[in-house]
């Protein structure tokens, strides 16, 4: 069982930048996909980004590609999302994910994890 703990939201200004980290502890592969999601007010759970652990291979969501950087630290067993330029709309609470099949990191947006976090609050104002 893998437990997942997001920090490092806040308030920021449309054009700031945050960075968003997410603790894992537990058991867990060396190679696996971890991913951030995010949900706005009745929206659905959008995937933003995901990594291999492994090899650091990464896969973007539309909303996230050019402005976001996802990265891991395995020594830390941290993941991180760099977020930048920040616009109103990027306004959820996200979350980081963890535990899927193997093999399948590039279909993240399916939302087929196993493992979820509890969720940091982002807000973004003009």
């Known amino acids: 069982q893998v437990q997942l703990v997001e920090s490092g939201g806040g308030s920021v200004q449309a054009g700031g930048s945050l960075r968003l980290s997410c603790a894992r502890s537990?058991?867990?592969?060396?190679?696996?996909?971890m991913a951030w999601f995010r949900q706005a007010p009745g929206k659905e759970r959008e995937g933003v980004a995901a990594?291999?652990?492994?090899?650091?291979?990464?896969y973007y969501g539309d909303s996230a590609k050019g402005r976001f950087t996802i990265s891991r630290d395995n020594a830390k067993k941290m993941v991180y999302l760099e977020m930048k330029p920040l616009k109103v709309e990027d306004t959820a609470m996200y979350f980081c994910?963890?535990?899927?099949?193997?093999?399948?990191?590039?279909?993240?947006?399916?939302?087929?994890?196993?493992?979820w976090g509890r969720g940091t609050q982002v807000t973004v104002s003009s």
């Open positions: 994910a963890a535990e899927r099949p193997p093999g399948t990191c590039s279909s993240f947006e399916d939302r087929n994890f196993r493992s």
């Open positions: 537990g058991s867990f592969f060396s190679s696996s996909c």
């Open positions: 990594i291999l652990t492994s090899d650091g291979i990464t």
